[in-house]
């Protein structure tokens, strides 16, 4: 059970990181997709998969777009963007 959970976690690391690679390329479609892809499996997964995208993948690519100053506002799709508004009222900022 271990190395399953560790996988789900490098695999929503790897999907944060086509992700990101997307956006840094322009192709806000396939980053578009991406996000959605990740609220499917965020709203019907498992816990490990909620885990994983929501501690994971939201975390990263929220970060990674934060740091850049891009707006997430319009990529997020609704379940995700309340994800990340839950972790950035939890962190205090």
């Known amino acids: ?5 560790t996988s789900i976690y490098k695999q929503a690391e ?3 990181e ?6 840094i390329s ?4 396939r980053a578009k997709k991406c996000l959605a892809l ?3 499996l965020f709203i019907s997964g498992s816990i490990e998969t909620k885990n994983a995208i ?6 990263s690519v929220s970060s990674f ?3 850049r100053h891009c707006n997430i506002s319009h990529l997020f799709p609704q379940t995700l963007k309340a994800e ?8 205090g900022v």
């Not at 059970?1 to 959970?5: A, E, L, S």
């Not at 322009?26 to 479609?29: E, K, P, Y």
């Not at 990340?84 to 962190?91: D, F, H, M, T």
């Open 65 to 67: 777009m934060e740091m």
């Open 26 to 29: 322009g192709n806000i479609v």
């Open 38 to 40: 990740a609220e499917r």
């Open 54 to 59: 929501s501690n994971v993948y939201v975390f």
């Open 84 to 91: 990340y508004i839950k972790q950035v009222n939890a962190s």
């Open 14 to 16: 790897r999907f944060a």
């Open 1 to 5: 059970m271990k190395n399953q959970v």
């Open 18 to 23: 086509i992700t990101k690679k997307s956006i």
